[in-house]
């Protein structure tokens, strides 16, 4: 087993840091998910995502939005309607993305519990 000192064992990664403050709130990963194919608008955004309010929605996006990963775009009407896209930078999320989705089809498949079999 690796020599840790305390200190080394305190600090923590600040890429890891940024990303956790950001994947790690509910509903962020699901959003960036559901965009990966392409530009969704709001309404079909919501229908998506079963249980987010349009409340988080919103204000996930916007969080999104402030990062630099999602766009969002007013479609010419009528009617009126609001899309979100993923930029290069948010689009860049999807081999990390997958390899998780991955991760959990393996480690997490028995009803979010890990397998007896892996936790040795």
């Given at each position: 087993?690796?020599?840790?000192?305390?200190?080394?064992?305190?600090?923590?990664?600040?890429?890891?840091?940024?990303?956790?403050?950001?994947?790690?709130?509910?509903?962020?990963?699901?959003?960036?998910?559901?965009?990966?194919?392409?530009?969704?608008?709001?309404?079909?955004?919501?229908?998506?995502?079963?249980g987010i309010s349009?409340?988080?929605?919103?204000?996930?996006?916007?969080?999104?939005a402030g990062t630099?990963?999602?766009?969002?775009?007013?479609?010419?009407?009528?009617?009126?309607?609001?899309?979100?896209?993923?930029?290069?930078?948010?689009?860049?999320?999807?081999?990390?993305?997958?390899?998780?989705?991955?991760?959990?089809?393996?480690?997490?498949?028995?009803?979010?519990?890990?397998?007896?079999?892996?936790?040795?």
């Amino acid at each position: 087993m690796a020599d840790h000192t305390e200190a080394m064992c305190r600090q923590v990664d600040g890429g890891m840091t940024r990303v956790f403050e950001l994947f790690g709130k509910r509903w962020t990963g699901l959003i960036v998910a559901t965009l990966m194919p392409g530009p969704v608008h709001f309404a079909d955004l919501r229908r998506a995502i079963p249980g987010i309010s349009e409340r988080m929605l919103s204000d996930r996006l916007m969080e999104l939005a402030g990062t630099g990963l999602v766009v969002r775009e007013v479609d010419a009407g009528p009617p009126l309607r609001v899309s979100y896209r993923l930029t290069e930078a948010g689009r860049a999320m999807e081999p990390a993305l997958k390899e998780l989705g991955r991760w959990a089809e393996t480690y997490l498949a028995d009803g979010g519990q890990c397998p007896e079999r892996f936790r040795k």
